[in-house]
Nanobody, 118 residues
Framework: QVQLVETGGGSVQAGESLTLSCGAS????????MRWFRQSPGREREFVAQ????????RYVDSVKGRFTIYKDNAKNTFYLQMNNLQPEDTAIYYC???????????WGQGTQVTVSA
């Protein structure tokens, strides 16, 4: 029903910024939440940020508060993660996610690599 594609990853030095995009296609009328996760090899996938499809109440993992901003453009079916002051600990594959209302069905993108060097 929903297909997600992440773009915007890359390699940067500590202190620099990147903005990730997650474009959605298909039927998104039942989407409740848009979320970003990240995962490094050998580590558990970690929640990063979320924003509701309707409304703008955001939530972030403590380690990115004040540095990352999640925002959306529903007209474009696109969500974003602006990442400022990136640190090596932010190195991971970043995945976007949509969760549906009622059914709790989730959709995932294939991920985009973010690499931050000291």
């Amino acid at each position: 029903q929903v297909q997600l594609v992440e773009t915007g990853g890359g390699s940067v030095q500590a202190g620099e910024s990147l903005t990730l995009s997650c474009g959605a296609s298909g039927r998104t009328w039942n989407v409740m939440l848009m979320r970003w996760f990240r995962q490094s090899p050998g580590r558990e996938r970690e929640f990063v940020a979320q924003i509701p499809y309707r409304g703008s109440e955001t939530r972030y993992v403590d380690s990115v508060k004040g540095r990352f901003t999640i925002y959306k453009d529903n007209a474009k079916n696109t969500f974003y993660l602006q990442m400022n002051n990136l640190q090596p600990e932010d190195t991971a594959i970043y995945y976007c996610n949509m969760q549906e209302r009622q059914t709790s069905i989730e959709y995932w993108g294939q991920g985009t690599q973010v690499t931050v060097s000291a």
